[in-house]
């Protein structure tokens, strides 16, 4: 009976197998299909698509670098604001497949939306609405990038892939930096040595920033790869890093590295993970030795070469470049302090919802003006330029968002400690007790170094906490510090379509903006080589398209300066003033209303202007639009004492010798007329020859340096032949 059941099953078989190898290829392949549909196969391979996507954008945010556009973080900003919601499109597609779209939500979500809630509070006082809400759209693509790492990194090769390309794309803008710095590729124009090193980042701060933060959790990919050559090149690649952060030479960035060391070593014994490291000790002690000669030997600015007495340029003046060191450092922090004590004066004013996120560089300027008035604000008597951030996270956050959003972003951060330490608590693998710790020392490099700089405000940066910390709550470590949502019938299908209409709105805006930006960047290629109609054109078309436009506002009315439409400017400039706040912006300003009789308008201007302690040309230009709108307030005299005193302090200042000379000339006083009208005749024919030696002598030369120097030569023309003019007019001398 067994017999003839097993002859049976083998006779089925055969004929199973003879009727496919019969069957129609093309219905094979539909038959594959259909059971492929109905399969787990679908999610398996959007999990995967989803696993590499997150990847490649972990690799391409920090090199992303557009030369069409007019900053590098701005770039990356685009990127991440197109790319992150076309993920959480896929995301939702995949969950629709599904009868229930099973969502993680780490603990960090609620003081995330009490977050987001005190951003909106925050309109209120904002100078510029339009401002917050494209700061707050950053905000929250960031926040669906870390469920998107949260929710779909489950393996160690996931963690392994996520590093490996952070790592590569970290060497890559490391390398760029280097070749910089040694002058093989340009950085910009003008600059050398560390002045050249921007890397893809804009700024070697930046660089060394996001390097910082990276270095610790990169010893995670180390420790798990398991091939020789690739421990190999993983360790060359940490030791590039490790290099480039010294050369940068930002005190910054070593500081928040050396606390999270420190972190690390307290807390090795605490979380059981010393003897993990002793059956890893090769690879370890050989990471610390490469690591310590590197610091004592290798790097351009080690502690070796700076006692043999060479500097970062091979010149043995080490005691002096260490003293002008140290000075820098000094008055670096000087402009720290002056920079939070402006922050906490916006915050005594606007304590419980603040002045409004990214806002902080709007009201910077009349602020300045505020604290340098107060008993404190008279210790810094010196010019410090308009900050955009406040070079200070918790003063930022404070200034921007009060008490409200600080109180938010605390319970926000005090959420992921207290998960940090509860899943470190309950992981009873000690490579990933040893992961976590690792990835929180890189969030302490993070947020050490946000106490002196604003890397919450830098995308690749960001990039670098937001992985961090989704990796750290990702389900390779456990389930610890979540909530598990499930949604079935008409709310999965409504959140789905709200999700997908929210990320293509963001996404269009964002695309919008950045065509935006690509036709402001030719409109001032196009002011700065002389076409002043085609220019005006590429402005308009920026403006037009730009939801928040700012320095907009000020390109075009330089344009429409030049084209001669001084009303427009006028009007141009005052929208300016809420979006673009800026020195340049108030003295173009004032300039434009003094020639146009609006006293009201080029006062309150110079007002503001000279009590933010100006640097020495915008206050020279300042003191003579102040001398001029006493003139036209009918203070003649006094008028004339401020211009005397404006010559004395800096006689070779033309427009001060031609003002006077047409003063005096009106009140009849020839001979006092022709001398100043003489002096400025001469300093103006000075000043062509050498803008034109200056043009003829230029080897290397930008379209921006190319334009001012045009138009220099143009204004310089135009004042010698007014001078000349005026001359005509006076009497002959009395001794002819």
């Not at 067994?2 to 004929?15: D, E, F, G, P, V």
């Not at 695309?511 to 054109?537: E, V, W």
């Not at 100006?614 to 307030?633: H, V």
Request: glycine share 6%.
């Amino acid at each position: 009976m067994l017999y003839n059941i097993t002859m049976a099953t083998k006779q089925l078989a055969k004929r199973r197998l003879t009727k496919r190898a019969r069957q129609n290829p093309l219905e094979r392949i539909f038959n594959q299909i259909i059971v492929w549909r109905d399969s787990d196969s679908i999610d398996i391979i959007g999990r995967h698509l989803m696993v590499y996507l997150i990847a490649l954008l972990s690799f391409a945010i920090p090199l992303a670098i557009w030369e069409g556009s007019t900053d590098y973080g701005y770039v990356k900003s685009i990127l991440a604001l197109v790319s992150f919601p076309v993920l959480l499109i896929l995301w939702a597609l995949l969950g629709g497949r599904k009868r229930s779209w099973q969502i993680r939500l780490p603990w960090v979500t609620l003081p995330f939306a009490l977050l987001v809630g005190a951003m909106l509070l925050s309109l209120i006082n904002a100078m510029n609405m339009r401002v917050v809400l494209q700061s707050l759209a950053l905000v929250i693509v960031f926040f669906i990038f870390y469920l998107l790492v949260v929710n779909f990194i489950e393996k160690e090769r996931d963690i392994k892939l996520i590093f490996s390309v952070l790592l590569f794309s970290a060497v890559i803008a490391s390398a760029y930096g280097l070749l910089q710095y040694l002058g093989i590729l340009p950085g910009p124009p003008g600059a050398h040595g560390l002045g050249a090193l921007i890397s893809t980042m804009g700024n070697r701060n930046f660089l060394g920033g996001f390097l910082s933060y990276l270095f610790l959790p990169a010893f995670i990919l180390l420790l798990r790869v398991r091939h020789v050559l690739s421990k190999l090149i993983t360790l060359l690649a940490i030791m590039g890093i490790f290099y480039t952060i010294l050369l940068v030479e930002q005190m910054g960035t070593r500081v928040g590295l050396f606390g999270a060391a420190i972190l690390l070593v307290g807390v090795i014994f605490i979380w059981r993970v010393a003897g993990l490291l002793l059956t890893r000790k090769r690879i370890l002690v050989t990471a610390a030795a490469i690591l310590l000669f590197i610091y004592l030997f290798a790097a351009p600015t080690s502690r070796f070469n700076a006692v043999i007495g060479l500097g970062s340029d091979g010149t043995p003046v080490a005691s002096v470049v260490q003293f002008f060191r140290d000075q820098w450092e000094r008055n670096a922090g000087r402009v720290r302090v002056w920079n939070w004590w402006i922050g906490w004066e916006m915050f005594r004013d606007n304590p419980i919802i603040g002045v409004g996120l990214g806002n902080y560089k709007l009201n910077f300027l009349p602020y300045k003006a505020e604290f340098l008035a107060t008993e404190r604000g008279e210790e810094f008597d010196f010019p410090i330029p308009r900050a955009a951030q406040a070079h200070n996270e918790i003063v930022q956050i404070t200034a921007e968002l009060g008490v409200v959003g600080l109180l938010a972003a605390l319970a926000a951060i005090g959420t992921i400690i207290f998960t940090f330490v509860k899943r470190l608590s309950q992981q009873k693998d000690a490579q990933r007790r040893l992961d976590l710790l690792l990835l929180g020392c890189g969030i302490t490099a993070f947020f050490i170094h946000s106490l002196v700089s604003f890397p919450l405000r830098l995308p690749a940066s960001s990039l670098v906490l937001v992985l961090a910390v989704g990796l750290a709550g990702s389900l390779f470590y456990g389930r610890t510090g979540e909530w598990k949502v499930s949604l079935c019938g008409w709310p999965r299908r409504i959140l789905i379509s709200l999700v997908i209409l929210f990320s293509l709105f963001i996404c269009i805006v964002s695309a919008r903006d950045f065509k935006a930006d690509l036709y402001l960047n030719r409109g001032i290629d196009a002011f700065h080589m002389g076409y002043f109609h085609l220019a005006y054109r590429d402005i308009q078309r920026s403006h037009a398209l730009d939801f928040a436009p700012r320095q907009t506002y000020f390109h075009l009315a330089m344009v429409q300066l030049q084209l001669g439409r001084y009303e427009e400017a006028k009007e141009s400039l005052k929208q300016a003033r809420t979006r673009f706040v800026t020195a340049e912006v108030f003295i173009n300003l004032a300039n434009i209303a003094v020639n146009l009789g609006d006293i009201e308008t080029a006062r309150m201007s110079i007002d503001l202007l000279l009590a933010t302690v100006p640097f020495p040309k915008i206050e020279r230009e300042a003191r003579f639009l102040e001398a001029a709108i006493t003139l036209r307030e009918g203070y003649t005299e006094q008028a004339l004492a401020s211009l005397e005193r404006l010559r004395a302090d800096d006689p070779g200042f033309t427009r001060t010798h031609f003002f006077l000379g047409e003063i005096y000339r009106q009140q009849g006083r020839y001979d006092e007329a022709r001398k100043s009208l003489k002096q400025a005749l001469t300093l103006i024919e000075q000043q062509i020859t050498s803008t034109h030696h200056q043009l003829a002598a230029a080897v290397e030369i930008t379209v921006e340096q190319f334009g001012k120097l045009r138009r220099q030569i143009s204004k310089l023309t135009e004042q010698k032949e007014a001078v000349q003019a005026v001359l005509e007019m006076l009497p002959p001398a009395s001794g002819n």
